[in-house]
């Protein structure tokens, strides 16, 4: 009996402390006011601004970073060439900017003339042909279009090219001087959609000065652009057409593979 009445007494005082902290929570609660609520608010929306705000500043300074050190590369790609310009406004046939640039398309000149002659000779004929750049023998190279134009170097390719190789031909070209070359060839999209280059080549192999200027270009337009273009060369687009020669083959796989001719 004495212990019943012991563990209902213990029963009764547990009950009491429980309704006593029940008690303390809401006047807790209560005492909390509504700008307390409000300050404690504001502090959180202040914190989440902060770290909003170094956020987007950690990203501006990164992007930055980055377009410092894309255009250091550039620089860096640049001076390592032997190149000079000379452009022509019969040469420029309509804008190809980064978002249309697709291809390297290589050539041969065909002949044994310097990029000089050849850019000469192109001008006087008056057809409006050329690429963007030569390469001569030694090495030195002659820019005659800037990359952000579009030149007449590839001419028309064969029926079903423009969709094999993605482009188009659509009115960013001026066509000026274009003679279309028959129904096999009536594909025309290449040059807006790709930077030209022509090797001073006549027939047998290339001066090693010559690829390492052609592997020091293809850096360049790389970095000039921010991405790698597909590299082909101009018979890929006509088959059939003469350049570039058999000689080329092993330097052209190498290009494609790693873009370096050795």
Not at 140 to 152: E, F, N, R, S, Y
Request: charged share 25%.
């Amino acid at each position: 009996m004495k212990k019943r009445i012991i563990a209902c007494f213990l029963a009764v005082l547990t009950l009491t402390a429980l309704a006593g902290c029940g008690s303390t929570e809401q006047e807790v609660s209560a005492a909390v006011s509504p700008a307390a609520v409000a300050a404690k608010q504001q502090a959180e929306a202040e914190h989440a601004a902060r770290e909003e705000a170094d956020k987007e500043a950690a990203e501006a300074a990164e992007k930055q970073q980055q377009e410092e050190a894309a255009a250091n590369r550039l620089e860096e790609a640049r001076a390592a060439l032997a190149l000079t310009e000379d452009y022509r406004d019969s040469f420029v046939h309509g804008e190809k900017g980064a978002d249309y640039q697709k291809y390297i398309v290589l050539h041969d000149t065909e002949g044994e003339g310097s990029a000089e002659g050849v850019i000469d000779g192109w001008d006087s004929s008056g057809a409006g042909v050329a690429a963007h750049f030569i390469v001569n023998k030694d090495g030195t190279i002659v820019q005659c279009v800037p990359l952000d134009k579009i030149a007449h170097h590839a001419g028309y390719g064969d029926a079903g090219h423009n969709d094999a190789f993605g482009v188009t031909d659509e009115s960013r070209d001026d066509k000026a001087g274009t003679v279309p070359i028959g129904p096999d060839h009536p594909d025309y999209g290449m040059n807006s959609y790709s930077v030209g280059i022509e090797m001073v080549h006549a027939g047998g192999d290339y001066p090693e000065e010559q690829l390492e200027a052609v592997d020091a270009l293809i850096a360049y337009i790389d970095a000039y652009y921010g991405f790698e273009s597909t590299i082909i060369d101009h018979k890929a687009w006509r088959l059939g057409n003469s350049d570039t020669s058999p000689e080329f083959a092993p330097y052209l796989e190498n290009y494609q593979d790693h873009r370096t001719h050795d």
